[in-house]
């Protein structure tokens, strides 16, 4: 599971002329894991105190002059570097309140990032995409600088990044040119540079924004692309040796968001750890679009994990790549007219975690053959294929599909419609066009209050190709219109139900597909205590109904499928008196059945007590079988051979 | 091989006491650890965790600490004592009253100049430590209340005294107590209680940690006299704290029987130079109180009321997985002489066997039971006459029995304490025994490491002090003094072991540096000295018709030596040159006793705590290919089958975990062994501090 907490906002920000520009060029951490070094897009950079929302110290060069690189720290020297004019390199210290007076060296190329990471020396790289290590360059600024892009082909750097690594120290960045982006990954002492071309997208729309993080000796680069597909490259550390000229990279797909009608236009995704990926800029799945919202996913289940509106626009600029920042387990992020700083938890995800607890033995396995390698079939199809092919390879059945009758025509033509798709598509394809037919179907409710599909979406949902987090409103649309069918067939066919709609399920009826949904306790109790008081008794009644029914007959009774075990109604008695004990306590209506509960669970601790006791009464005399011969002394016959 | 009858005797109630201190000499790696009864004994860690000596106990003497002084060991106890022991005669060289009351603790300095004493009337009392004796110096700034715990500062400046709800540093130099660290008291109904502080470790960086009955490991600033972290570890006392030599590590032991570790560490990865006391590790090897400890460069060394030592070796220390990295319980004396001794003799007339126990305050005289009749392997057999404990003889005057002997003919009986040895003239017909205490004994004959009889019984040997045997040879009226054997020169150490030949004529003595002497009894001179090998001699025995002198060392290498012809037998070099059985040299235990089949001279029997073993020489050698423990196997072969897969080693675990003596065989082919169930140990221990189990 992943969360984001309650965020705050480190500073304000300027509003720039063009509503797209970022008024924040970058922010960059010092020693002190509390600080923040943040370079606007003008003239200033400001050091922050980040818990505190507390400005330090603050720098800017004179009118006239504009900062062209976001300023970094050198960890060795402790020092702040910053670019004015592409080629005017500034060094300070925390303690000098001018920057004008402080240290500057005018270089021979124009500079496009320093770069400075713990561990390691900073490192310039200029706009022609040579590289050299701050130290050396500034002993010598004048010195001749090479061209690595040449500059009639217009190959600009539109992404840069450097990774230090135990020993080694990499400078990436990638580049763009005719339409076509390329990679080089640039390796210190020795010094080595490779070049990969980028694997173009169907729509030809350059990547967003460009992540890269160091995971078990490989450079994991990840990047978005404006319909919404999330990529994910793999560069070794040690690099292959003695490879020339420009090598393709291959690529997977670890995410496909949901970016409603139209394309992304400023996004940005950075990976957060191995199942994590941070995404701003994009629309909610389920909110409408319009809003911007932060959110993190999780690459494994592709399920939403966190999200948290952002008011105002996300600034971004294109070319600029770069707007989310994430640095010791607090996101950055610019909009609006604010910083936010917006810290985050991601906990090693597994699919328990993921699907929650709970799942009905007898149904998990009467559904693993389909549910649960869907996500499986989702991410990678049913055959492990080469991971560049996986997009090309599926052709959508709605692309051949007529969309008119979805968008249209009348509930019955409808039903039929979706009937038809669904004896013909084969499994792999229906993944895809259910979900999004769901969607659509969905929307078109919300919008057309005449409409409501009942038969259609319950042949969707039983396709069991569908899970909440694919159509998160088509359980709440059913609920809504007090489908119950359809709302027991979500129950006992979503793996993925959310807490909260558990709880709204429950307030409008109770049954036994309640009960079976996965859920995970510390996150169902503070929505279980929205429900009322008589709510409340009502359910612990038919609980405590099921728990009698059960009892009496638990000798005879067979594994059925879609009733609740014993397990399950006991924990979710325990759940509802946890979240509402106190409220039942002051109940009159509810003394009796308090009693009645009470009496059950002393009935239980006895129960387990006695149990307990036979339990060390049996392990004593397991103790004791070995001991028969207890006796003080004996004359025995042993052979040896 | 054949079927053999054995005796299970599991009337010996042998109990250890309790492990009360310990100090740990990491220059010569000897741990000398003290019981509740006075006893010491020294384990020496390079060499196996072999235990070399026993000084043993009185009954007035209650050791609360020990302390070493570069190769010197000092004790002070509860009878307000101090004392230094003669390692070389294993006995108490002098005892000093330290006018304090009851002292709780001794410490030394890091030079070795000086010990410093906490004693009962509040005082720290600070003695200089001169060539052959300590003096007085003087006292530290008298304090109200006990001096529980002492800990020296490396730089000698600074002492730091663990009281009564308090901690105190004392300036040294002027004897001034420059700071005063209170001690939270527990919460709930132990508020009324004063907290004792258990234990005090002082760190270089005047960091102090201290260990206290409220449950607490707290780290203090010691130059400001603030408290910086509490830990709170138990419910009920932290009794014993031990610091790592490069301070990195601290461990404490609890009543629950845990070891706590805490390390000094960065708490996050990111600021490595922050680093704080964080809780690490809790290992869980003891049942009861902990009340000694100490950290030593690769493992945890602890011991408490459980009685036994464990060694728990910390295995990031360790590359691989070897010898040294498993864990280790030391449950029973190793050289059995020492604290149990069990002698067997075959009484000729009513051919039944004696056993001698020994106990630190006693002797016990039992006859083996008898049956007549025959039965398949795995039967018991019925019993014709039960054992019989003839005889109980109590020791005089405080000192601890150390050693005993039985004579084979049945006929004598001594003991010795470190203060005198007494022999006995037992006489048995029917079924009535007469004892007679021998009145005059030889002036030379004060006290005995090691006793023994020839096996004619015409005469006595008696292990003395420089590595020197005396003879003395016993008639019917009187014992007279016949001779010292006498090293020239080398060791002065004292003997550990010691053996005669059946034929009367050699006598083989092993001391703890590891050197083996063989005299000729008939000459009354040396004979030789076996190649001294690198490892402590565990268990020796001669042969009785070839005199081939089987030795097996502490660290399970196993040698025959030909006694006449001064050299290694050729068995002894095929083994040698083909290696002993990994399984073999993996064993924890060290082989106690050796002793052979007179029925068959090729076999050679040895036993440790958890099997007894039957060694062929007949038969193949194993390779490192072969299965060791094959008595299985063998048992579900056919008769053809099975020859090809025999091989010298027939091991016997039947009777497990418990074995810690294995007599001589009787002349039909019966083998004694005595039995101490490790339960029934634990079961005679006070109950431990109540656990809650979940639902009971």
Redesign the interface.
């Known amino acids: 599971m992943a969360t984001l907490f309650e965020g705050f906002t480190l500073c304000g920000l300027v509003q720039t002329q063009s509503a797209s520009d970022s008024a924040i060029q970058g922010i960059e951490l010092d020693g002190d894991s509390d600080h923040a070094v943040v370079t606007d897009s003008t003239r200033a950079v400001t050091l922050y105190k980040v818990s505190d929302q507390k400005p330090l110290g603050s720098w800017t060069v004179k009118q006239g002059q504009l900062l062209t690189c976001p300023a970094v720290f050198n960890f060795q020297t402790n020092e702040y570097v910053v670019v004015s004019d592409n080629k005017v390199i500034r060094v300070w210290k925390e303690e000098d309140l001018h920057l004008d007076k402080a240290f500057k060296a005018t270089v021979s190329a124009d500079v496009w990032r320093v770069h400075s990471a713990p561990g390691g020396e900073p490192v310039v790289l200029f706009q022609r995409g040579a590289v050299r290590l701050l130290d050396s360059l500034l002993s010598a600024p004048q010195q001749p600088i090479e061209d690595i892009l040449s500059e009639e082909e217009k190959e600009v750097i539109r992404w840069s990044t450097n990774i230090v690594a135990e020993k080694q120290h990499f400078v990436l960045f990638t580049t763009e040119q005719k339409g076509e982006h390329f990679l080089y990954v640039q390796r210190l002492n020795p010094n080595t540079l490779q070049k990969y071309r980028l694997e173009r997208e169907d729509s030809r729309a350059p990547p967003l924004s460009f992540s890269a993080s160091l995971r078990d000796k490989h450079i994991n680069l990840l990047y978005l692309y404006p319909n919404g597909c999330v990529y994910q490259s793999v560069v070794a550390v040690q690099g292959p040796v003695g490879l020339e000229g420009v090598q393709a990279l291959p690529r997977s797909l670890r995410l496909r968001l949901p970016v409603g009608e139209g394309e992304l236009g400023a996004a940005s995704a950075v990976a957060l750890d191995e199942a994590h990926v941070a995404v701003v800029g994009m629309p909610h799945p389920s909110a409408r679009t319009g809003k911007d919202f932060l959110c993190i996913w999780n690459t494994n289940f592709q399920t939403l994990q966190a999200d948290k509106e952002m008011v105002g626009r996300i600034c971004g600029q294109v070319g600029i790549l770069r707007i989310v920042w994430c640095y010791l387990g607090k996101l950055f992020v610019p909009h609006g007219k604010a910083l936010s700083v917006i810290p985050y938890e991601c906990q090693k995800s597994s699919l328990a975690s993921a699907l929650g607890k709970l799942r009905h033995p007898g149904i998990a396995v009467s559904k693993s053959s389909v549910a649960i390698p869907s996500w499986n079939t989702l991410l990678h199809g049913d055959q492990p294929q080469g991971p560049t092919k996986i997009v090309d390879s599926r052709k959508s059945v709605l692309t051949v599909v007529h969309l008119q009758p979805f968008q249209t025509g009348p509930v019955e033509e409808v039903r039929r419609e979706v009937e038809a798709l669904v004896s013909r598509g084969d499994a792999q394809d229906l993944q895809l066009s259910v979900g999004r037919l769901a969607c659509q179907l969905v929307a078109r409710s919300q919008v057309e209050t005449a409409f409501y599909a009942p038969g259609a979406l319950a042949r969707l949902v039983k396709t069991q190709c569908l899970c909440h987090s694919m159509c998160p409103d088509l359980l709440l649309l059913a609920l809504e219109h007090k489908d119950y069918f359809l709302c027991q067939l979500c129950l006992q066919l979503f793996p993925d139900i959310p807490e909260v709609v558990t709880c709204a399920c429950l307030k409008t009826f109770i049954g036994n597909e309640v009960l079976q949904t996965p859920y995970s306790d510390n996150l169902l109790v503070p929505h279980l205590k929205d429900l009322n008081a008589p709510q409340v008794i009502l359910f612990l009644q038919y609980l405590q109904f099921i728990y009698l029914k059960y009892s009496q007959d638990v000798y005879t009774q067979t594994p059925v499928l879609r009733s609740p075990t014993m397990t399950q109604i006991i924990d979710w008695v325990c759940l509802l008196l946890d979240a509402h004990f106190t409220v039942l306590v002051m109940a009159p209506d509810a003394k009796g059945l308090l009693s009645n509960l009470q009496s059950f669970v002393k009935s239980q601790v006895k129960l387990f007590s006695e149990l307990g006791k036979i339990e060390g009464s049996l392990q004593e005399l397991h103790k004791m079988k070995p001991s028969k011969d207890i006796s003080q002394y004996s004359i025995e016959v042993i052979e040896l051979f | ?11 010996f109630d042998y109990m250890p006491t309790a492990i009360r201190a310990m100090a740990f000499n990491a220059h010569t790696e000897r741990l000398a650890l003290a019981r509740m009864d006075g006893s010491v004994e020294i384990f020496n860690f390079t060499d196996h965790y072999f235990q070399e000596k026993v000084i043993p106990g009185k009954d007035s003497r209650s050791t609360e600490s020990l302390c070493w002084v570069g190769g010197r060991l000092f004790s002070a106890g509860l009878n307000g004592e101090i004392t230094e022991y003669d390692l070389e005669n294993l006995r108490p060289k002098y005892s000093l009253e330290a006018y304090g009351g009851p002292i709780w603790t001794i410490i030394s300095n890091t030079q070795g100049t000086q010990l410093a004493i906490g004693c009962e009337d509040g005082t720290v009392k600070l003695f200089e430590v001169l060539e052959e004796h300590i003096q007085f110096e003087r006292n530290l700034d008298r304090q109200k209340g006990r001096i529980i715990s002492l800990s020296w500062h490396p730089s000698g400046t600074h002492i730091a005294a663990g009281m009564m709800d308090m901690i105190r540093v004392f300036d040294v130099p002027t004897g001034h107590a420059v700071q005063r660290l209170l001690v939270d008291r527990g919460f709930g109904g132990s508020k009324s209680q004063e907290t004792v502080v258990w234990s005090v470790a002082f760190l270089s960086d005047h960091t102090v940690v201290s260990g206290d009955s409220a449950g607490k490991v707290q780290v203090w600033d010691g130059h400001t006299g603030t408290l910086v972290k509490t830990h709170l570890v138990t419910k009920w006392d932290v009794l014993a704290l031990s610091v790592s030599k490069d301070e990195s590590s601290v461990v404490a032991g609890t009543s629950e029987g845990t070891v706590i570790q805490f390390q000094f560490i960065a708490p996050t990865l ?2 490595q130079q922050d680093k704080e006391w964080v809780r690490t590790r809790t290992f869980k090897n003891h049942t009861h109180d902990v009340r000694a400890l100490a950290e030593i460069e690769t493992a945890i060394v602890s011991g408490g009321m459980d009685t036994h030592l464990v060694v728990r070796p910390l295995l990031e220390k360790f590359d691989e997985k070897s010898h040294a990295s498993g864990l280790r319980k030391i449950h029973f004396p190793h050289v059995s002489t020492e604290m149990a001794e069990i002698t067997l003799v075959s009484n000729c007339l009513k051919k039944a066997g004696l056993l001698l126990f020994q106990f630190p305050g006693q002797l016990e005289l039992w006859r083996l ?3 007549d009749g ?8 019925p ?1 014709k006459r ?2 019989e404990k003839l005889l109980l003889l109590k020791r005089k005057g405080e000192d601890h029995i150390c050693c005993s002997a039985l004579s084979s003919c049945g006929g004598w009986l001594a003991y010795s304490t470190v203060s005198c040895v007494r022999i006995y003239r037992l006489q048995t017909d029917n079924n009535n025994i007469s004892i007679t205490k021998v009145s005059k004994l030889p002036k030379a004959l004060r006290s005995a490491h090691q006793l023994c009889f020839s096996s004619d019984s015409s005469k006595m040997f008696a292990a003395s002090s420089q590595s020197s045997v005396l003879v003395i040879a016993l008639t019917q009226s009187e014992c007279k003094y016949v001779h010292t054997l006498k090293p020239k020169s080398g060791s002065r150490q004292p003997i550990h072991l010691m053996t005669t030949s059946v034929d009367g004529k050699w006598l083989a003595a092993a001391n703890s540096d590891c050197e083996i002497r063989v005299y000729n009894l008939q000459k009354l001179k040396l004979h030789c000295i076996v190649p001294v090998y690198g490892s402590c001699p565990s268990a020796m025995g001669i042969h009785p018709t070839t005199n081939n002198m089987t030795v097996v060392h502490a660290d399970q290498q196993l040698f025959e030596y030909s006694i006449v012809e001064k050299q290694y037998t050729d068995w002894s070099r095929k083994l040698q040159k083909q290696g002993l059985h990994n399984v073999w040299l993996d064993r924890d235990t060290p082989v106690t006793h050796v002793t052979f089949n007179p029925k068959n001279p090729n076999q050679v029997v040895l036993h440790d705590m958890h099997m007894f073993c ?1 060694i062929d020489q007949s038969l193949p050698l194993p390779d490192q290919k072969t299965q060791f423990y094959n ?1 299985m196997t ?2 579900s072969l056919s008769e053809q089958e ?1 020859p090809s897969h ?1 091989h010298a080693f ?1 091991i ?1 675990k ?1 009777f497990q975990v418990s074995l810690l003596f294995l007599a001589s065989l009787l002349d039909d082919q ?1 083998l004694v062994v005595v039995e101490r169930p490790l ?1 029934a140990i634990t079961s005679q221990l006070p109950a431990p501090v109540r656990q809650k189990k979940f ?2």
């Open positions: 091989m054949g079927e053999f009858k054995v005796h299970r005797v599991r009337f990111h600021q039971g008898d049956s025959h039965g398949k392997p795995g039967d018991r057999l019993l039960k054992p039957i008595q063998l048992r099975r025999l027939k016997c039947t019966s339960l639902a009971t």
